[in-house]
């Protein structure tokens, strides 16, 4: 692993011109603090806190780590991230950046100021540019669950638009030709995804889809009650939803049960899983799903072996999500229901 003296005698330079360009110093040009972090990143130079070298990982979030919309997915990501890294013997630290980076900053000067060797990438973006911005630095890292086109970004993410697509055809062979979608107001990759996969499924068996059939929200549980109520209350409204997110899925499931509608008898609905939440809702429900606590895992065994001098430093993986029929969705029904003033429940005969 480089040092500080060995990267100034590549560079040029002096011991103390590079602790000040890995600091981001004003003192230091531009031209300057660009070589020094180019010959940090590619000798692989490790921050180091007093003596002792770091061994962490940097689980970095443009700005806060929890946030309602995330549901399950961060425990059961993190939970394989810790598993991957204790392989190896690393530690993971969070990382907002927002807060915490300085104005005029690298990301590599941030993460050398922090400890960090490596970083896993959080981006909740439509497009991920920070990922972009810090692979296109050279320092080590890898963007999880969404994917970009640049070829300088590493990512592990899962394909979800096949299975959204068998999620809806599953409710057209149960009948159901009024079929609307709950969709995540972010639109990153992955929930893009998703609405595609309902747009193919229905245009493939020449079903209507109005616009109004597609409704966004946050994809917290408030979200989905008022995507839910939203639906409902259309003159015609549909026979069954696919929300895209597990956290709007619960809220709708708990406005049903708010307003005595009956899920599957008088409303299907299928949902998304990052984790186990369908098996803790009532009725459990039917679900496209990702394996979070998988993805972490693999996120971290590549990124510590990268590290470590033991892998190729280029991954671009998509995992397969899977079907998983519970007890949500059944025969479309002979009249739909419609919700009048917000809480009233009328049922059509």
């Known amino acids: 692993m480089a040092s500080v003296r060995k990267i100034a005698s590549e560079v040029g330079v002096s011991v ?4 000040r360009a890995l600091n981001n110093h004003p003192d230091v040009s531009e031209a300057t603090r660009k070589k020094v972090l180019q010959a940090a990143n590619r000798s692989g130079y490790v921050p180091s806190v007093g003596r002792r070298p770091t061994n962490v990982i940097g689980l970095v979030y443009p700005d806060d780590p929890v946030r309602p919309d995330f549901g399950d997915f961060e425990s059961a990501m993190l939970q394989g991230l810790l598993q991957g890294t204790n392989e190896r013997r ?14 005029g900053e690298t990301y590599t000067q941030f993460f050398h100021r922090k400890g960090i060797r490596g970083a896993i990438l959080r981006a909740l973006e439509a497009k991920p540019t920070i990922a972009e911005e810090i692979s296109g630095e050279g320092f080590p890292c890898l963007l999880i669950a969404d994917r970009s086109p640049d070829p300088r970004v590493n990512f592990i993410a899962c394909e979800s638009r096949t299975t959204s697509e068998h999620a809806v055809e599953h409710l057209i062979q149960l009948g159901h030709k009024r079929i609307a979608v709950g ?4 639109q990153d990759s992955d929930h893009a995804d998703r609405e ?26 408030e979200g989905g009650q008022m995507m839910l109520n939203r639906l409902l209350e259309m003159p015609e409204p549909p026979t069954a939803i696919y929300f895209t997110d597990p956290m709007s899925t619960v809220g709708a499931l708990h406005r049903c049960l708010q307003l005595g509608i009956h899920v599957p008898r008088e409303l299907s609905i299928v949902g998304f899983d990052d984790s186990d939440v369908r098996f803790r809702t009532f009725p459990t429900f039917t679900a496209v799903c990702q394996d979070a606590h998988q993805l972490g895992i693999e996120a971290s065994r590549w990124l510590t072996r990268v590290l470590s ?14 079907f998983s029929v519970h007890d949500s969705t059944g025969l479309a029904p002979l ?3 419609r919700l009048k003033n917000g809480r009233e429940v009328v049922r059509e005969v």
């Open 309 to 322: 001098g033991d892998a190729h430093k280029v991954c671009r993986e998509m995992h397969s999500t899977t």
């Open 183 to 186: 969709v995540h107001v972010d």
């Open 90 to 103: 690393f530690d993971v630290t969070f990382l907002n950046l927002h807060r915490d980076k300085t104005e």
């Open 335 to 337: 009249a739909a229901v």
């Open 196 to 221: 595609a996969g309902y747009v193919a499924a229905m245009d493939k068996h020449g079903l209507d889809r109005p616009e109004a059939y597609t409704v966004r929200a946050l994809a917290s549980p």
């Open 16 to 19: 103390a011109t590079v602790s």
